[in-house]
């Protein structure tokens, strides 16, 4: 906070033994910081939700389902699985 405070020129806080208080230009710089933080959780936000969903084909590529007992029942298991997942 110090160095802000030296950054800035200004007391951001009124300090003393017993409190801790917010000065006028620490509630001026408060509330310009604050609308550039939501701003940026905004914008994180929008990247998220396009990125999250997937898209595209998926190719898989399995061994033949006659060497492993339960294979091919397993596989499609999975495969259902994924797709109610991912529609």
Do not use: W
């Amino acid at each position: 906070m110090a160095r802000l405070e030296e950054r800035l020129g200004t007391r951001l806080l009124r300090r003393t033994s017993r409190s801790l208080l917010v000065t006028d230009a620490g509630e001026r710089f408060y509330r310009h910081a604050r609308v550039l933080l939501d701003s940026i959780a905004q914008a994180e936000a929008s990247v998220r939700s396009t990125t999250s969903a997937m898209r595209g084909e998926l190719k898989v590529s399995v061994p033949p389902f006659g060497v492993t007992p339960g294979a091919k029942e397993s596989f499609y298991a999975m495969a259902t699985s994924f797709a109610r997942k991912h529609p």
